[in-house]
């Protein structure tokens, strides 16, 4: 971590209202300054695409599920076989890479923060220690909260002081960066095979509905000051005719954070359907985008589906599950205690199934019609869309019609009178691109506060050079030159080294475990709440005092208080 | 001094709710363990140097010495085998895969003797699973299918599954339903509401005609089905319909008998087709406090839980093929490095004279049958009594492995940490 300076990148920095100027980088300690001496580093980046490093705002690459992916899986861990190199160890996987399989993939696209999309807080310990073999990103992990039976019983006594402290004990107990809902309430009643419809439907255990659940996470979540907003994985994932469920999800979100959205939605694209059934599934990125274009306070991510084999992992276990009824394929659920559900399945994506083609094109469509690039972040929520590594594709495929054409003439030949997308024009532009990839990622998550997500001096040195120099290239027409420039960088630099070079990790690399501890008056402390506790001993199948993640497992980590309204 | 809360190093339970009495150094009192975790947790004997054989004969050497040979032997074979790792933590594991990867090793682990056959038919069909906690606060039927928690898994039904108190019940002995399988009438067997006695290999028949029950087709199975009444398998099928949470536990008398894996393929099939009509989980009864911590490790750094070959420069995974009984049989090895288990008492009689034939390395604080193979033994700390450290229970929840006493001993960690920086130095990547 000495000095370097980057010459002649030509930089876009969307939060720093930089768009495309050749600038020189200085970087010392691992951080971005303002100058460095005649004894820097020099690297030269040739006039090349220059943006902060990537960052992943919802993706699936530690913990108990992704790791049951890759036990389950050896046709996949067979698919993606690499060999030691350099300080690269032997990796397998496709869908679902070995941990420094994903490190060294995600490291070559540029990627330098990665959001794990949903810990079991039960089993927090396991995702720390796949972070720490994750060693070329930063980490973060939303810990669910959706069938959390503490925060559900203090929503039914109404209780928002309460909910807000018993998020505040688990967050910082388990190490976790943010709240995660999957499916509210449904994997709860999962506990005994069932699930909720919609919103508006009662769990059988609690007197609640998912809108209570939504709403007091929001609120608790903003008494809190977290950095990031409620992540929320709507009810109803993946069937026909849920677009109506999601709406009416987006209408209860107030706004009530000037800094970032009060929601961040997840993977909408398979939130965004119509019909009744299967034979008349369709398209309703339409509605679903005028939505968020009119409520500022929503944060989406796409959830793009790409064609070909992938694995599908959630804790929406009920979900999974009709999916298995689909698909016939092998299925695994593993149901947390007192806390959540979750399911894998493999799945195979085809150009020829109608169904996959429109989801397909639904994707691409809440990207291109949702008018912000800050509202619609680009993610595959790998791998459940696709793996990660189809990154490049759907960047080309957005900012080039021509493409999305071409490859529209290879999916299911009715496609076309279920979606919009053949009707869409808008082609992306790169700074677009940079906000959908990194800018609003840092800024959805609340972390640029942190130093993440832009380049100017006091941010963290994390940077991403592509061999492509933008002026050359027509994105409209050459797409394939997009697709193969955003594939491996020149350099991607990480906390001031450069950890990856042309596809190839360069050093070992050490990761930094961002959390969150919200500073709680002592009568909201869960820790000496008799109630809290005695519901603890008696309920879980470990103790309480062994339950929070100790700091043996976190190394490198950047604990982010806050003060909370509480 | 009082400890509380200590996770127990012996079984897949890994019980978290052990108190020990510490006094100079020593622990003395051990409350809420099982017989086998208290006898773990107040045992003496121990191995107190490195020892070698030199001209035959066992000499105590230097820890330096033990760790240099120990390096050598390993570096200087063709098709080293590295073995066991059930007994320690996952720190250490994850020192034993990069070991394993410099080195071009095959790694195994006591899951290849014991659920392998598990593995392989959830690799078939998945798993369909739970934590503990959810079968103890919802599980109204409770199926042990070739297993005998009461002997080995003792603290099993009181903390989390047949007279565990939970959340949905006002009287678990009175409002949980059990049912046990088996070949002979075990302890377990016992307090059955049912007990299924199958005649040994019948497995695979009984959770077929099962299978056929619930899909409705009752009308193919036979009057007796491996020597098990029809009447007998109708009760059960309308016992686990009926009921509103079923977990399902097996051992080794389903997974290692006649059939292996393809009764747990069957067995997992019952369970996802009971999904359909209620809830169902099925869970396998793992054995050493930390063999599937050892599954997750491999799994995240090479992707596969057990049975990995590196020697292709690549993580090769072939069960049948890559586990240790199988390359032992064929006299593959030509240096084995023995952590945390004890082939020396359980591996069948080829395997054990090759590994007799070959230089053997043990690293295990106690003497044991594998000693008398071995040309080298290393003794070190004993996890979650002298090293803390990470073990996963049975149903994948991680826990924390307490130090209770000080001791002298390197742990795990440290010498293979130290093997592995002198193979690495050996091999010119230092």
Redesign the interface.
């Known amino acids: 971590m000495g000095e370097i300076l980057l010459k002649n990148a030509w930089v876009i920095d969307p939060i720093s209202g930089i768009n495309g100027e050749l600038m020189d980088i200085a970087m010392d300690g691992g951080r971005i300054v303002e100058d460095v001496s005649g004894k820097a580093e020099v690297i030269d980046a040739q006039g090349f695409l220059t943006l902060p490093g990537g960052i992943d705002s919802h993706t699936h690459t530690s913990g108990t599920k992704v790791n049951f992916g890759r036990y389950m899986s050896p046709e996949d861990m067979r698919a993606g076989r690499t060999q030691k190199k350099g300080p690269m160890h032997i990796t397998s996987g496709y869908s679902v890479p070995t941990t420094y399989g994903n490190s060294y993939k995600y490291s070559a696209l540029g990627y330098t923060c990665l959001v794990e999309g949903a810990m079991a807080p039960l089993e927090a310990r396991h995702t720390h220690e796949e972070f720490a073999f994750t060693p070329l990103q930063d980490s973060f992990a939303n810990a669910l909260f959706d069938g959390n039976w503490g925060m559900l019983g203090a929503i039914e006594e109404g209780d928002i002081k309460r909910t807000a402290a018993i998020i505040a004990w688990t967050l910082s107990a388990v190490k976790g960066f943010a709240v995660k809902l999957t499916n509210p309430g449904g994997t709860e009643a999962w506990g005994f095979g069932k699930n909720v419809s919609c919103i508006n439907q009662k769990m059988p255990r609690f007197d609640i509905t998912p809108t209570e659940i939504i709403r007091s996470a929001i609120e608790a979540n903003e008494l809190l000051n977290l950095p990031h907003s409620v992540h929320l994985h709507c009810n109803n994932l993946g069937t026909p005719g849920n677009y109506t469920c999601t709406l009416g999800t987006f209408d209860l979100v107030p706004d009530l954070n000037d800094k970032r959205q009060t929601l961040y939605a997840t993977h909408v694209q398979f939130h965004s359907y119509g019909g009744s059934g299967w034979s008349d599934f369709s398209s309703k990125s339409e509605p679903i985008a005028r939505k968020v274009n009119m409520r500022p306070q929503i944060v989406i991510d796409m959830g793009q589906v790409m064609f070909g084999r992938t694995t599908t992992m959630t804790a929406d276990g009920p979900m999974e599950f009709n999916l298995y009824r689909l698909h016939h394929d092998k299925w695994s659920n593993h149901d947390v205690e007192l806390e959540t559900g979750s399911g894998i399945i493999p799945v195979n994506y085809r150009r020829k199934n109608l169904v996959n083609s429109i989801m397909w094109a639904i994707g691409l469509e809440l990207a291109l019609l949702v008018e912000s690039p800050w509202q619609c972040l680009l993610t595959t929520d790998n791998p459940n869309g696709a793996p990660f590594v189809k990154y490049p594709e759907i960047i080309a495929l957005l900012m080039s019609k021509k493409y999305r054409d071409a490859e529209f003439a290879t999916v299911h030949q009715d496609t076309g009178k279920r979606v919009p997308l053949p009707a869409i024009d808008r082609e992306l532009t790169w700074h677009d691109i940079a906000v959908m990839t990194r800018a609003g990622q840092a800024r959805a998550l609340g972390i640029t506060g942190v130093g993440k997500g832009y380049l100017l001096p006091g941010a963290e040195a994390d940077i991403a050079v592509y061999p492509m120099r933008v002026d050359d290239i027509d994105p409209a027409q050459q797409y394939e030159e997009v697709i193969k420039g955003f594939s491996q960088t020149e350099y991607t630099i990480k906390r001031g080294r450069v950890v990856s070079r042309r596809g190839d990790a360069l050093i070992h690399g050490e990761n930094t475990t961002f959390w969150v501890k919200p500073e709680v008056p002592p009568e909201y402390d869960m820790t000496h709440d008799e109630r809290f506790k005695e519901h603890f001993e008696r309920y879980y199948s470990i103790r309480m005092s062994n339950y929070p993640v100790q700091e043996e497992y976190l190394h490198r980590n950047y604990c982010i208080r806050t003060e909370t309204d509480l | 001094m009082i400890v509380?809360?200590v996770?127990c190093p012996f079984c897949g339970c890994l019980c978290?709710?052990i108190t020990l009495t510490v006094k100079n150094n020593r622990i003395v009192g051990v409350e809420n363990c099982c017989v086998l975790g208290n006898a773990k947790f107040l045992s003496k004997k121990r191995l107190k140097h490195p020892i070698m054989r030199k001209d035959g004969a066992w000499v105590e050497v230097s820890f330096d010495e033990a760790i240099e040979e120990t390096a050598r032997i390993l570096t200087g074979a063709n098709r080293p085998l590295l073995y066991g790792w059930s007994g320690t933590y996952?720190e250490a594991q994850?020192t034993a895969v990069?070991l394993a990867?410099e080195l071009g090793a095959l790694i195994d682990s006591t899951t290849s003797v014991c659920h392998n056959p598990s593995?392989i038919a959830?690799?078939?069909?998945?798993?369909?699973?739970?934590?503990?906690?959810?079968v103890?606060?919802?599980a109204d039927l409770v199926i042990y299918w070739g297993c005998n928690p009461i002997e080995a898994h003792p603290r099993h039904l009181s903390?989390?599954s047949t007279y565990a108190?939970?959340?949905f019940f006002e009287n678990t002995v009175r409002d949980r339903k059990v049912v046990v399988v088996d070949i002979r009438e075990s302890e377990t067997a016992k307090i059955a509401d049912e007990f299924i006695q199958v005649k040994p290999g019948g497995d695979y028949l009984i959770l077929s005609a099962l299978r056929a029950m619930v899909r409705g087709r009752g009308d193919v199975v036979p009057a007796t089905v491996a020597g098990v009444k029809k009447e007998q398998l109708e009760r059960v099928v309308e016992a686990c319909q009926n009921a509103?949470?079923g977990a399902v536990f097996f051992g080794l008398g389903v997974s290692m008998t006649r059939g292996k894996y393809k009764n747990i393929r069957n067995a997992i099939e019952l369970v996802?087709e009971l999904?359909?009509k209620?809830?169902f989980?099925i869970s396998a009864m793992r054995g050493h406090y930390n063999v599937y911590g050892f599954?997750?490790v491999l799994?995240?750094?090479?992707?596969?839980?057990f049975a990995v070959d590196?020697s292709r420069?690549?993580?090769f995974?072939n069960p049948g093929e890559t586990t240790v009984i199988d390359v032992l049989a064929r006299k593959e090895p030509d240096a084995c490095l023995v952590v945390a288990s004890d082939p020396g008492a359980h591996f069948p009689k080829t395997c054990i004279e090759h590994m007799a034939a070959i230089p053997t390395i043990q690293i295990d604080p106690c003497v044991n049958p594998t000693t008398a193979l071995c040309q080298v033994q290393i003794p070190v700390a004993i996890t979650g009594i002298e090293v803390?450290g990470?073990a996963?229970r049975m149903d994948?929840?991680?826990?924390?492995m307490k130090k209770v006493v000080e001791t002298e001993f390197p742990t795990d960690k440290q010498v293979l940490d130290r093997i592995c920086e002198r193979v690495r130095e050996l091999n010119g990547n230092g």
């Not at chain 2, 690799?123 to 959810?134: A, M, N, Y």
């Not at chain 2, 799994?299 to 839980?305: F, H, K, R, S, V």
Request: aromatic content about 14%; glycine content about 12%; charged content about 25%.
């Open positions: 509380e809360d996770p978290d709710d996952n994850v990069h990867e593995i959830i690799q078939e069909v998945g798993h369909p699973g739970c934590t503990l906690g959810q103890k606060n919802r903390r989390y108190d939970g959340y509103s949470y996802s999904n359909r209620t809830k989980t599954n997750e799994t995240w750094m090479a992707g596969y839980p590196f420069g690549i993580a995974y803390a990470t996963y994948g929840v991680p826990i924390r």
